[in-house]
Nanobody, 120 residues
Framework: QVQVMESGGGLVQAGGSLRLSCAAS????????VGWHRQAPGKQREHVATINPAGITVYADSVKGRFTISRDNAENTVFLQMNGLKPDDTAVYYC??????????????WGQGTQVTVSS
C-alpha cells in the first residue's frame, strides 16, 4: 500500500510565504516524477510544478520566479516553497506521485490535498 500525504498549507497574507511538503510512504522501490497541482473553487485543477528524479523542474508560467520545487530522495519527500503569494494562489494544493515498484508499471498516486488561502 502506498500513501501520499501533503502538509504545510494555511492562511497567509499577500506577499507571504508557505512551504508545502509531499511525503510518500509504503512498499515501493523509488519515487519517480512528482507534480504539484492546485484547484481553486469553481475552477479546474491546474498544474503548478513538477520535478523528476534527476531534479529537472517544470513550472507553470503563473508561478515562475515565485515558487520553487525541490526533493529529498532519501526521505521520499518533495517540497514546494511558495514566496510572494497572491490571492490568486488560493486553492487546494495536491501532489501527484509516480511510484516505481520492481516488476510493475509505474503507478500514479494523489494526496488528499492541503488548503492554501492568501488574504489580500
Amino acid at each position: 500500500q502506498v500513501q501520499v500525504m501533503e502538509s504545510g498549507g494555511g492562511l497567509v497574507q499577500a506577499g507571504g510565504s508557505l512551504r508545502l511538503s509531499c511525503a510518500a510512504s509504503g512498499r515501493f522501490w523509488s519515487v519517480g516524477s512528482v507534480g504539484w497541482h492546485r484547484q481553486a473553487p469553481g475552477k479546474q485543477r491546474e498544474h503548478v510544478a513538477t520535478i523528476n528524479p534527476a531534479g529537472i523542474t517544470v513550472y507553470a508560467d503563473s508561478v515562475k520566479g515565485r515558487f520553487t520545487i525541490s526533493r529529498d530522495n532519501a526521505e521520499n519527500t518533495v517540497f514546494l516553497q511558495m514566496n510572494g503569494l497572491k490571492p490568486d494562489d488560493t486553492a487546494v494544493y495536491y501532489c501527484n506521485v509516480n511510484i516505481i515498484r520492481v516488476g510493475r508499471p509505474v503507478s500514479d498516486y494523489w494526496g488528499q490535498g492541503t488548503q492554501v488561502t492568501v488574504s489580500s
